[in-house]
């Protein structure tokens, strides 16, 4: 199983509520990434969580809010968003934290967000 | 630091004609590079990548791409392509820090019948 999902695949959202992204992969990987991708553009690395904790955030504002509750999962917290946040938002995971950035990232479908 | 820069944001072509589609890297430390595909509405596709050793790499779907130091280039290549090639393409780059790919801009491969 080679698979990374995603749920929402769609969401739309008012500037004043709070919601979640979740993303899961069963390949037993122990990186997982969050990414932010907007029309026309490549994906922007938002947060690495590497053997469930934090190890890097790209200065992502603080409403968005990352967790790693198991080695599986990876949720996206979201609250007061902005309508510039409207992206997809996909979610990656590799075998093996590599210093170097070597490991191949498999990538899930994303959640399509609209905020209004 | 690690740039990425695809030449082209757009490669039109027929089915069953050659594609190359360019990437070019500037770095100064270790060069790890990779093709990833993005199809309407989904995630990326890893569709090969480069580490070391042999400069051509072959991947998935019939592409390759050739490593090439002294012209600081990752080109990507098929001799024959099909409709189901349409989609956009990035070149990323690892190599700075634990999961960060720096990615090139994209290029929109799009196979006329």
């Known amino acids: 199983d080679t698979e990374v999902t995603q749920t929402p695949k769609h969401l739309v959202m008012g500037m004043t509520n709070k919601k979640s992204l979740k993303c899961e992969q069963h390949?037993?990987?122990?990186?997982m990434y969050w990414y932010k991708q907007k029309a026309k553009k490549p994906p922007e690395l938002m947060f690495v969580?590497?053997?469930?904790?934090?190890?890097i955030n790209e200065s992502v504002p603080s409403r968005f809010s990352p967790e790693c509750p198991n080695s599986s999962l990876l949720n996206l917290h979201l609250h007061a968003l902005q309508p510039e946040d409207s992206a997809l938002y996909l979610c990656?995971?590799?075998?093996?934290?590599?210093?170097?950035?070597?490991?191949?990232?498999?990538f899930g479908p994303g959640t399509r967000l609209t905020v209004l | 630091a690690q740039s990425v820069t695809q030449l082209d944001s757009q490669v039109p072509v027929f089915e069953e004609a050659p594609v190359e589609l360019r990437c070019n890297y500037s770095?100064?430390?270790?060069?790890?590079l990779f093709w990833y595909v993005q199809y309407p509405n989904q995630g990326l596709q890893l569709l090969l990548k480069?580490?070391?050793?042999?400069?051509l790499v072959k991947g998935i779907n019939g592409f390759e791409a050739e490593f090439n130091k002294s012209q600081t280039s990752f080109h990507l290549r098929k001799p024959s392509v099909h409709i189901s090639d349409t989609a956009e393409y990035f070149c990323?780059?690892?190599?700075?820090?634990?999961?960060?790919?720096?990615f090139g801009q994209g290029t929109i491969l799009t196979v006329h019948p």
């Open positions: 480069y580490l070391s050793g042999s400069t």
């Open positions: 990656a995971s590799s075998q093996d934290p590599q210093p170097l950035g070597t490991d191949t990232q498999y």
């Open positions: 969580y590497s053997y469930e904790k934090l190890s």
């Open positions: 990323a780059g690892g190599g700075t820090s634990y999961g960060k790919l720096t």
């Open positions: 390949m037993g990987h122990r990186a």
């Open positions: 770095s100064s430390v270790s060069v790890y």
